[in-house]
């Protein structure tokens, strides 16, 4: 396995008195070392040297990115640390003892690299890659998925990470670690956070699509990181890689079959005779409401495949995947009913109300169902509902599709025509009537139909005499051409005074 200039530091610091001088070799290019042999004039790229101060010559050739490790100091050595790394063991020591020292620093990061392609030979094991990996690091090593939910580690007594027993980070360590992150889900370099006052070091996963697949990251404990371990960090995190891209599915959770039904039932996918099985053994055995949810504005946004995992740890026996940009959860309504309590509604706003605004999301909720082969349909209902409840109603976060069903139902009806497509005659003089005058007549008409055309409440509603009233609403009735008693054209008046007041709402914003 080829090192860098930091992780030979780290290795001969334990035995001499070192300093390192020059430009930085951070990639891990370097092979075994060689011993500088009198009379050359050149240093190669890539390539590690050692050798005594008395025999290196003044002005040799030096390409960037060698490397020398010299025992003594002296004036010779300027002109090299000028031009390449040098690790300058400043006592007497025995040539071949510290080459043999560097043979074993060599050993001991080859069979670390032996044992991982053993393991990837295996059968992919992330907790065997990790596990292989704790002498190396000597720290805690963490595999997180795309769900941040711990799927392999060498340790689960940390006080840095509070797992939960479904193996996710909890919701206030999640946030700790993302606002530390800063999100940087798309960031290929180890990147180094502070969690809970401990330092720790993260390298995020990626497929061979260049998918975020999950991180790998390693808690510090008291003795902090020194140079060289983001580098061996990455090399196991590309370990990590192959496996992942070998079987994609050792690292994501398996979705239960049911949910996975769910998810082609709302894509109207064909199902398969065993899909069909499990519909037939799980149908109509709950009622749910479907929950569509999608990022608001204003805040960073939390990974949806997190989302949806705190949202099945949140309502019990409820199910929640993303889609896209938005996730769609089914919640079991079942559980939130109690004898006390039968009405369901009281404790779904509360707990969906809390998780919403926690997750910076806004949400629309479908009617009740038990029929999961609707689900589809559901699945529109709240759709709607986040749709026009945004449209609104700006100062909530979550929806009812029940309190938009009327709005959805008028929106629709328009079809593909302009709304005065559909205005009967004399529909715009009443229009116009009203904009130059005092009295409103769509006002006028509204109120008397909200009423059930009862003159007596009308007129109060509107305070004006009931014989004012009667008159208004003849004229309305003559303009119009209509007669209100007439249940259809009633009926048409009412979604069109609707349709117009849902278009001044929109104008208005």
């Known amino acids: 396995m080829k090192l860098n200039a930091d992780i030979i530091y780290n290795g001969l610091s334990r035995h001499f008195q070192c300093e390192m001088h020059g430009p930085r070799l951070t990639e891990l290019t ?33 390409q960037k990115g060698s490397m020398l490790i010299c025992i003594g100091d002296g004036f010779t050595l300027n002109y090299y640390k000028e031009r390449m790394t040098v690790l300058v063991i400043r006592k007497k020591q025995d040539f071949f003892t ?6 074993n620093i060599y050993d001991q990061y080859d069979n670390w690299e032996n044992t991982l392609y053993r393991d990837l030979a295996k059968d992919y094991d992330i907790q065997a890659l990790i596990a292989d990996s704790a002498d190396i690091f000597n720290k805690p090593l963490y595999v997180l998925d795309s769900t941040i939910k711990v799927v392999a580690s060498t340790s689960r007594d940390n006080e840095a990470w509070n797992i939960t027993d479904s193996g996710s980070l909890n919701f206030d360590s999640m946030g700790k670690y993302l606002s ?16 809970y006052g401990v330092k720790t070091l993260c390298v995020n996963l990626f497929n061979k699509n260049n998918q975020y697949e999950g991180c790998l990251c ?16 990455e090399y196991l995190a590309s370990m990590i890689e192959i496996a992942i891209e070998r079987n994609p599915n050792i690292i994501n959770d398996s979705r239960p079959s049911l949910k996975k039904v769910i998810q082609a039932l709302i894509e109207e996918m064909p199902l398969s005779h065993s899909q069909r099985m499990i519909m037939s053994g799980s149908n109509e055995k709950s009622e749910y409401v479907c929950v569509y949810m999608r990022y608001g504005k204003g805040h960073n946004h939390l990974p949806l495949s997190y989302i949806s995992d705190v949202f099945e740890e949140t309502f019990v026996q409820s199910y929640a995947f993303d889609r896209e ?8 309504i079942d559980e939130l009913r109690d004898e006390k309590n039968p009405n369901y509604h009281v404790l779904l706003n509360k707990k969906l109300g809390e998780f919403v605004k926690g997750m910076h999301l806004c949400a629309g909720i479908s009617n009740e169902f038990s029929d999961l082969y609707n689900v589809r349909i559901h699945y529109m209902q709240a759709l709607a509902a986040v749709e026009n409840g945004l449209m609104l109603n700006r100062e909530s976060d979550y929806f009812y599709f029940s309190s938009y069903a009327l709005t959805q139902m008028v929106v629709n009806s328009l079809g593909s025509m302009p709304l005065e497509a559909y205005f009967p005659a004399g529909l715009n003089n009443l229009i116009e009537h009203d904009r130059s005058s005092g009295v409103s007549y769509l006002e006028t008409l ?12 009308t007129a109060q509603k509107l305070f004006i005499h009931r014989s004012t009233l009667i008159d208004r609403i003849a004229r309305i009735e003559k303009e119009l051409n209509v007669d209100l008693k007439d249940y259809d054209q009633r009926l048409q008046l009412e979604m069109l005074l609707k349709a117009i007041d849902l278009e001044e709402t929109l104008r208005q914003q």
């Open 30 to 62: 370097l092979g075994r070392a060689e011993f500088y042999l009198d009379g050359e004039t050149s240093f190669v790229k890539d390539r590690l040297y050692l050798a005594s101060i008395d025999h290196l010559p003044q002005r040799p050739h030096i």
């Open 218 to 233: 390693i808690n510090s404990r008291s003795t902090g990181f020194v140079d060289g371990e983001d580098k061996l960090a």
């Open 446 to 457: 509204k109120v008397f139909l909200e009423e059930s055309m009862s003159y007596t409440s």
């Open 325 to 332: 940009d938005c996730l769609i959860g089914l919640i079991n």
């Open 180 to 195: 530390a992150s800063d999100l940087m889900f798309d960031r290929k370099n180890a990147m180094r956070i502070d969690l």
């Open 98 to 103: 510290v080459y043999q020292i560097l043979q």
